[in-house]
């Protein structure tokens, strides 16, 4: 039973490091994709109630977009937004955040689009809120077991 245990225990601690290093990489670049799949920090209000800030969001690319999709969009491969779309029109987007007054100033080109949400993760920003007492509780486990 105590192999099973360490076994499991060092399976969440090589998760943990790889969400640690995952981030360390992310924040030199825009994004950095596995298997279409990227996970991000929110760092504004604009798409209040539904994301607030420090909420860590996983999104997909995707074929295809549609109205209300809440998106992820690159803006001159300078910065990210995540805003939903509120119209869709042949070869481009208008987005709008949640909390703002009017929609964005700029179209969102296909190409443009990093992915859409797929998922809103309370245990990831936890983990990531919290990581050294993560990491500081496994270790602890791993010693009494």
């Given at each position: 039973?105590?192999?099973?245990?360490?076994?499991?225990?060092?399976?969440?601690?090589?998760?943990?490091?790889?969400?640690?290093?995952?981030?360390?990489?992310?924040?030199n670049?825009?994004?950095?994709?596995?298997?279409?799949?990227?996970?991000?920090?929110?760092?504004?209000?604009?798409?209040?109630?539904?994301?607030?800030?420090?909420?860590?969001?996983?999104?997909?690319?995707?074929?295809?977009?549609?109205?209300?999709?809440?998106?992820?969009?690159?803006?001159?491969?300078?910065?990210?937004?995540?805003?939903?779309?509120?119209?869709?029109?042949?070869?481009?987007?208008?987005?709008?955040?949640?909390?703002?007054?009017?929609?964005?100033?700029?179209?969102?080109?296909?190409?443009?689009?990093?992915?859409?949400?797929?998922?809103?993760?309370?245990?990831?920003?936890?983990?990531?809120?919290?990581?050294?007492?993560?990491i500081?509780?496994?270790?602890?486990?791993?010693?009494?077991?």
């Amino acid at each position: 039973m105590r192999k099973i245990i360490r076994i499991l225990l060092s399976i969440i601690i090589s998760i943990i490091l790889s969400l640690a290093i995952y981030y360390g990489v992310n924040a030199n670049g825009l994004t950095t994709k596995l298997y279409g799949y990227t996970t991000l920090i929110v760092s504004s209000g604009s798409m209040q109630p539904e994301l607030m800030v420090g909420d860590v969001i996983i999104i997909k690319e995707c074929d295809s977009y549609n109205k209300n999709d809440i998106i992820t969009f690159n803006v001159d491969n300078q910065y990210l937004v995540t805003h939903r779309i509120i119209e869709k029109n042949e070869n481009h987007y208008i987005t709008k955040g949640d909390n703002n007054n009017s929609a964005d100033d700029n179209i969102v080109l296909e190409e443009q689009i990093e992915g859409k949400l797929i998922h809103n993760s309370k245990v990831l920003k936890f983990i990531y809120n919290n990581w050294i007492l993560v990491i500081l509780a496994i270790v602890v486990l791993l010693i009494i077991f």
